[in-house]
């Protein structure tokens, strides 16, 4: 008798516990998912954020020149043309100046997933100081885009 009950048991799982494991990968997935898009978006945006190198550079070199101003514009600064800074999700990349101390460094995105909309900017924005140098700020347009700006 106490062979039948040993081998009944060792048969494998039961339905129950069949479930919780079920159950267990479910609420592991419904977290994880998500996560995992948003990683992938921000991944996504380091290519607009390396395009627009050349622009914040050209900023900041106008700045310590003493050349910047409101007529400041990529072919100004040495730049090629905005769209010229394109990528797979990068449309492109717009320098300004605003005025002798500040700047705007635009970058138009594509579409990304579900969280990047086409109309999505981000902007960087430039104060120039003789005490500081360069400081850059940043924000976006976009009803998603803050969740997703990197860090200054």
């Known amino acids: 008798m106490l062979n039948q009950m ?3 048991h060792s048969r494998g799982f039961t339905l129950i516990e069949l479930m919780i494991v079920v159950a267990i990968i479910g609420i592991l ?5 998500p996560a995992y ?3 992938t978006i921000k991944a996504k945006l ?3 954020i390396s395009l627009s190198t050349p622009a914040r550079t050209a900023i900041g ?9 409101v007529s400041s514009t990529n072919l ?3 730049l ?11 449309t492109s990349v717009t320098a300004q100046g605003l005025s002798a101390t500040s700047a705007t460094v635009t970058i138009a995105l594509k579409a990304i997933g579900s969280g990047i909309l086409a109309t999505d900017t981000i902007v960087y924005t430039a104060t120039c100081s ?7 700020a940043i924000s976006g347009t976009g009803a998603n885009i803050a969740e997703y700006l990197p860090k200054v």
């Open 130 to 136: 003789i005490d500081t140098g360069t400081t850059w």
């Open 76 to 78: 100004n600064m040495g």
């Open 46 to 48: 380091v290519e607009a």
């Open 29 to 33: 997935a419904a977290v994880s998912i």
């Open 6 to 8: 040993a081998k009944k």
């Open 80 to 90: 090629s043309i905005a769209t010229a800074y394109n990528g797979k999700y990068t």
């Open 37 to 39: 898009q948003d990683y």
């Open 61 to 69: 070199l106008a700045c310590s020149e003493g050349t910047l101003s």
